[in-house]
């Protein structure tokens, strides 16, 4: 498995020892309140790692503390491994980002884009052009997603069995075919909204390579850096090691919703779903965050070029123009003020608007369960976090991490 590594001394690479542990606090307050039931934070900064803390439980009922091989479910964590995947075909010349979608699933030719109606009676029109290859990358294709519930075609979504938290029937080939037959949210490259996208991103890259997303996973990016123990599914023989799943409950405290022992994860996965279906340990996913701030190398293994990443690392969004300002979804795993787009990422564009401390050009994104990453190229500094609570903004520990982490740099 992925290992993180040896924590150095932090003074070595421009952090305050004694600071630094005010980001274990933190996490350990969140537990002691009963808000959690158990963290692991891992801070790292020019390559070294300057804090690795787990603390609580991973499963309470089952009395399985957190450990360094915890397995945890990422769900959005998984968009950025998907968005690499593809631009590794790019890099290829198999595929252009502006290629049209119908290219690659015939379903999305003649698209049709909602307008009006509930989900049991509702009006269409057609789309002015097709979305493309660019557009499901940045969740600029119109496509949503069913657990938004913010709009009656989520609940179209939800009703054809789409976008929620259960996986979909049969594969990524079949969903995304029904997925293409459902009308768009809105005219491709118009607006900006979250949700099953990276679906789309990952069928893509089945067709390009004519692999199984999990095979391409695993024989391009999670066996050639070491993460063995990152699926779609948990490993064989692994189930002890797995996380529960917990919400608030009416009290205020962590209320368990889906047991370690009793879940899909458990089974072996038939929809890959390139938007949220992994599951991870913090070992395995500091691997892939680490090979991305390096520039898309990590002991000999080489991703991406810098250049290519670097390219995704941009806002992507028309005219430079931050989520909020492009239509302003009503969830994200992000926020909105401040912050585009990229191929795969949130990026910082304005900190000042974004009133948080990070830096312009920090890359980022987060899962449901409010584990989060993000990756400072400016500070050189990157930070994951892992916990299970749904939904990710039941607290606002992303921005107090950031402040915990950010106030320990010394230059």
């Known amino acids: 498995m992925g290992v993180v590594p040896e924590v150095g001394k932090p003074e070595n690479v421009g952090?305050?020892?004694?600071?630094?542990?005010?980001?274990a606090d933190l996490c350990h307050r969140y537990v002691d309140?009963?808000?959690?039931?158990?963290?692991?934070?891992?801070?790292?900064?020019?390559g070294e790692v300057v804090l690795n803390d787990t603390y609580g439980f991973a499963d309470v009922e089952n009395n399985k503390a957190v450990a360094p091989d915890t397995i945890w479910r990422i769900y959005s964590m998984t968009k950025p491994v998907t968005s690499v995947a593809l631009m590794?075909?790019?890099?290829?010349?198999?595929?252009?980002?502006?290629?049209?979608?119908?290219?690659?699933?015939?379903?999305?030719a003649e698209p049709k884009v909602w307008a009006g109606g509930d989900e049991d009676n509702f009006e269409v029109v057609d789309a002015e052009r097709e979305p493309t290859v660019h557009d499901m990358l940045t969740h600029m294709s119109g496509v949503t997603a069913g657990f938004i519930r913010a709009h009656p075609l989520d609940a179209l979504y939800r009703k054809v069995g789409l976008g929620d938290f259960s996986r979909p029937e049969g594969n990524l080939e079949q969903g995304v075919a029904l997925l293409a037959k459902q009308p768009l949210l809105f005219e491709p490259g118009t607006r900006w909204n979250y949700g099953m996208s990276t679906?789309?991103?990952?069928?893509?890259?089945?067709?390009?390579?004519?692999?199984?997303?999990?095979?391409?996973?695993?024989?391009?990016?999670?066996?050639?850096?070491?993460?063995?123990?990152?699926?779609?599914?948990?490993p064989p023989g692994e189930a002890d090691r797995f996380s529960a799943m917990y919400m608030r409950g009416k009290n205020g405290d962590a209320s368990l919703i889906e047991?370690?022992?009793?879940?899909?994860?458990?089974?072996?996965?038939?929809?890959?779903?390139?938007?949220?279906?992994?599951?991870?340990?913090?070992?395995?996913?500091?691997?892939?965050?680490?090979c991305l701030a390096r520039g898309g190398e990590l002991d000999g293994v080489r991703l991406l070029g810098p250049k290519t990443l670097d390219y995704m690392a941009l806002n992507h969004l028309p005219g430079g123009v931050t989520?909020?300002?492009?239509?302003?979804?009503?969830?994200?795993?992000?926020?909105m003020e401040g912050v585009g787009f990229g191929l795969g990422f949130g990026v910082v564009v304005d900190p000042a608007a974004a009133t948080n401390l990070c830096s312009r050009g920090e890359y980022n994104w987060g899962g449901a369960a409010s584990t989060?990453?993000?990756?400072?190229?400016?500070?050189?500094?990157?930070?994951?976090?892992?916990?299970?609570?749904?939904?990710?903004?039941?607290?606002?520990?992303?921005?107090?991490?950031r402040a915990t982490v950010y106030q320990a740099l010394l230059d």
Request: hydrophobic share 40%; with cysteine; net charge negative.
């Open 33 to 46: 309140d009963k808000r959690l039931v158990g963290t692991h934070v891992v801070v790292t900064r020019r």
């Open 88 to 108: 590794m075909l790019v890099e290829q010349g198999l595929l252009r980002l502006e290629q049209r979608m119908s290219d690659f699933i015939p379903e999305y």
């Open 15 to 23: 952090v305050c020892s004694t600071r630094i542990g005010r980001v």
């Open 372 to 401: 989060t990453f993000w990756i400072d190229p400016l500070e050189e500094v990157h930070v994951e976090f892992y916990t299970q609570l749904l939904p990710s903004s039941t607290y606002p520990i992303r921005r107090e991490l």
């Open 199 to 234: 679906d789309v991103v990952g069928r893509i890259v089945e067709v390009v390579s004519g692999q199984p997303l999990d095979r391409f996973f695993a024989e391009h990016i999670f066996e050639p850096l070491g993460m063995v123990d990152t699926g779609f599914s948990v």
């Open 259 to 290: 047991s370690s022992t009793k879940s899909n994860y458990l089974k072996e996965a038939e929809y890959f779903s390139g938007a949220g279906g992994l599951v991870s340990t913090a070992g395995d996913y500091h691997r892939f965050v680490e």
């Open 323 to 335: 989520l909020n300002e492009m239509g302003q979804s009503l969830f994200s795993e992000t926020a």
